[in-house]
């Protein structure tokens, strides 16, 4: 963190609901990730994006969307598509100076179906 | 097949003890190699980076690693535990190939006894 927020810490939805998590950095980095993290899992990357108006999807981007319509947001989308959205997510950043290739993380939002 | 493994799931030592938790990694091209730690309900703090040179890297909170490149291994240590080490520990790997991506281990998690 320390740059990087992310927001509601905590987020409970309905079944049949769409959310929306945010992530915000003042690092003024290029790229951000969202990863998914579940108990024995680590962390599985969602969707990235390397610059604005660009993003790619990652391992499991199924039931999710993004956008980067500002180089200091990246918010997603958890939509009624995916069918076990109950997990923690976390935001990174990453400066794309090859001297500096270290991703930082944002404090991460839980999210509960109930 | 890009992968990271931590082996040992759950580690538990004592107070004052030495530690050594395992990170064995397979990349393609030249490896970028971090070490990250999670308290409950937070967001991954680097511990320390290898990206070249020096195969022994010091990182913060009196943690070290070192490169193995003959055994694609790069072990977290640490010569004597702090009861408020206990946390999850996650080895990653990462470099460019056309992207800049990241791949995670399962994480291991350490217990410290009093």
């Known amino acids: 963190d320390g740059g990087i927020t992310q927001s509601p810490k905590y987020l409970f939805r309905k079944e049949g609901q769409n959310v929306t998590l945010s992530c915000e950095q003042n690092?003024?980095?290029?790229?951000m990730y969202w990863y998914r993290q579940d108990p024995g899992q680590g962390l599985r990357l969602i969707y990235y994006?390397?610059?604005?108006?660009?993003?790619q999807k990652g391992d499991i981007a199924e039931g999710y969307s993004v956008s980067r319509e500002k180089k200091e947001s990246f918010p997603l989308t958890v939509t009624s598509a995916q069918k076990n959205p109950t997990a923690f997510y976390l935001c990174a950043t990453m400066n794309r100076d090859k001297r500096s290739d270290t991703q930082y993380f944002g404090p991460g939002t839980r999210l509960t179906v109930l | 097949a890009q992968s990271v493994t931590q082996p040992d799931i759950h580690i538990t030592v004592s107070e004052g003890a030495s530690l050594e938790l395992r990170c064995n990694y397979s990349y393609g091209a030249t490896p970028y190699l971090f070490w990250y730690v999670q308290s409950p309900g937070q967001g991954l703090q680097l511990l320390l980076k290898y990206f070249s040179g020096d195969t022994l890297v010091q990182g913060i909170k009196g943690f070290e690693a070192e490169f193995k490149r003959s055994q694609s291994s790069f072990n977290l240590r640490k010569p004597s535990v702090h009861w408020s080490d206990a946390a999850e520990y996650f080895c990653?790997?990462?470099?460019?190939?056309?992207?800049?991506?990241?791949?995670f281990g399962t994480g291991t998690r350490l217990k410290v006894l009093a």
């Open positions: 994006s390397q610059i604005v108006n660009d993003f």
């Open positions: 990653a790997v990462g470099g460019y190939s056309g992207t800049y991506k990241y791949i």
């Open positions: 690092l003024n980095h290029d790229a």
